[in-house]
């Protein structure tokens, strides 16, 4: 994690309006040759908002790739791990296998918190703790409010009950956009589950355009296009379904899948799969929506603020999702039964893996775009595949033309979105500055 994600680090242009978070100006600029830098360097970008702008845009760009990274190794463990607990160990657990690792995000807050605070262990732990709830508490209003810059009636309102109702809103999408995955898994084929599912990044970008103001871009439909267009060439190009993973835990396709005449009802499998592809698509859009800061935020604060919410989720889902978990065994829909030796070591390494990829895809949302983000989950489809073709006998594939070309139309695509994305990123942030400049002017 980059070091300047300490809180005290943290004191960035859009927390102007509130109370400075650890240090005064005085202490940073006063007497010392780094402040008379750090002034003339202010001096410079106020004077120059293109190379402010690009600055900005670089460094929020320089984190999302990190994240991203991070994202496709954790998705690429989790989707070969949850195949081979449902194929190959025989654990298959729906709801269960959800509930685990919805609820495994409740340790992301943690985890954040102790690396930040294994960054600065010479602040006593009273301050630290302060300090980190004041940046949660004023980058929750700033989500709240839609505004860098809260008025003081504002600030005076905790924005917990605002922040509780959103976990408890965004959750429910998404858990039923993940149950719709599971519930069609056994009723369509593991190819039209594959495909229609990802088709989650054009109603990503569809639901983008009404509810946050996202211009309609052709650069971007076509973008958008050609990667679900390598997705179905994966899905539909070989005889054996290619893998994939969900977002919520689970994972299909391969060698050990059902054959296509299993299907029990494939018009209804892909009819439910179809509706958990739009929730999808709409739960993406709804986090940026409702629980992310306004675009010009630090990168710091939206990481910061990312886990912590992702650990809202985790803990909205272990205290409340619970409940069906009875009335399933109950009624015999799904007997529960926790998994026991290998197959709950693989289970604890998927859930693990689905935690982190979530934190970051989080990040990654709240730095970026939707859009942006859930294609860039479509390149595990094909990073899956040379994972296959990597792996040892009897586990292994071969790496089919139709992955080789579906994989790079995606990566084609990924690439054209990530550069149409910057480009309209560093404009945006660009026209404020050069509006901000002439307001102080």
């Known amino acids: 994690m980059p070091s300047d994600l300490r809180p005290d680090l943290d004191r960035e242009r859009d927390g102007r309006s509130l109370s400075p978070l650890l240090r005064s100006h005085k202490h940073d600029d006063e007497g010392t040759e780094d402040g008379a830098l750090a002034r003339s360097t202010h001096t410079f970008h106020e004077r120059d908002p293109v190379a402010q702008a690009h600055l900005e845009t670089r460094k929020r760009y320089t984190y999302a790739a990190i994240f991203l990274a991070l994202s496709l190794v954790s998705f690429t463990v989790q989707t070969e791990t949850a195949v081979y607990i449902q194929h190959e160990l025989k654990w298959e657990k729906p709801y269960c296998m959800l509930y685990m690792t919805h609820g495994s995000w409740v340790i992301l807050w943690p985890l954040q918190?102790?690396?930040?605070?294994?960054?600065?262990?010479?602040?006593?732990?009273?301050?630290?703790w302060r300090r980190h709830v004041q940046i949660l508490r004023q980058t929750a209003l700033m989500v709240q409010h839609q505004t860098l810059h809260p008025s003081i009636r504002q600030t005076q309102t905790s924005p917990v009950r605002y922040m509780l109702r959103m976990t408890a809103f965004i959750t429910c999408a998404l858990t039923i956009a993940g149950g719709s995955w599971y519930l069609a898994v056994n009723l369509t084929t593991a190819s039209d589950l594959t495909a229609i599912y990802n088709c989650s990044a054009f109603f990503a970008y569809a639901f983008s355009i009404p509810l946050l103001k996202e211009k309609v871009r052709m650069n971007k439909i076509i973008a958008v296009a050609i990667a679900i267009f390598g997705v179905f060439?994966?899905?539909?190009?070989?005889?054996?379904?290619?893998?994939?993973?969900?977002?919520?835990?689970?994972?299909?396709?391969?060698?050990?899948?059902?054959?296509?005449?299993?299907?029990?009802?494939?018009?209804?499998?892909?009819?439910?799969?179809?509706?958990?592809?739009?929730?999808?698509?709409?739960?993406?859009?709804?986090?940026k929506r409702l629980a992310c800061p306004p675009d010009g935020c630090s990168p710091n604060r939206g990481m910061i603020f990312a886990n912590t919410f992702g650990s809202l989720i985790g803990a909205f889902t272990l205290c409340v999702l619970w409940i069906p978990l009875?009335?399933?065994?109950?009624?015999?829909?799904?007997?529960?039964?926790?998994?026991?030796?290998?197959?709950?070591?693989?289970?604890?390494?998927?859930?693990?893996?689905?935690?982190?990829?979530?934190?970051?895809?989080?990040?990654?949302?709240?730095?970026?775009?939707?859009?942006?983000?859930s294609v860039a989950a479509l390149l595990t489809i094909f990073i899956v595949a040379i994972v296959d073709q990597l792996l040892p006998p009897p586990l292994n594939s071969p790496l089919t033309p139709a992955a080789l070309v579906g994989g790079l139309l995606i990566i084609g695509a990924f690439l054209l979105l990530s550069w149409a994305t910057y480009w309209e990123m560093d404009e945006e942030r660009r026209q404020k500055l050069e509006v901000e400049s002439d307001i102080d002017d």
Do not use: C
């Open 113 to 128: 918190f102790l690396a930040l605070r294994l960054q600065d262990l010479s602040t006593p732990l009273p301050t630290f």
């Open 233 to 287: 060439i994966v899905a539909y190009g070989d005889q054996t379904p290619a893998k994939h993973g969900n977002k919520s835990g689970g994972g299909a396709g391969g060698e050990k899948a059902p054959p296509s005449h299993e299907a029990e009802n494939r018009a209804l499998g892909n009819m439910i799969i179809g509706v958990g592809s739009v929730l999808y698509g709409f739960y993406e859009v709804l986090y």
């Open 326 to 373: 009875p009335v399933l065994h109950y009624m015999g829909w799904e007997i529960f039964e926790l998994p026991h030796g290998k197959q709950a070591w693989m289970m604890a390494i998927s859930v693990f893996a689905n935690a982190t990829f979530s934190g970051s895809f989080l990040i990654l949302i709240s730095l970026t775009s939707p859009v942006l983000s």
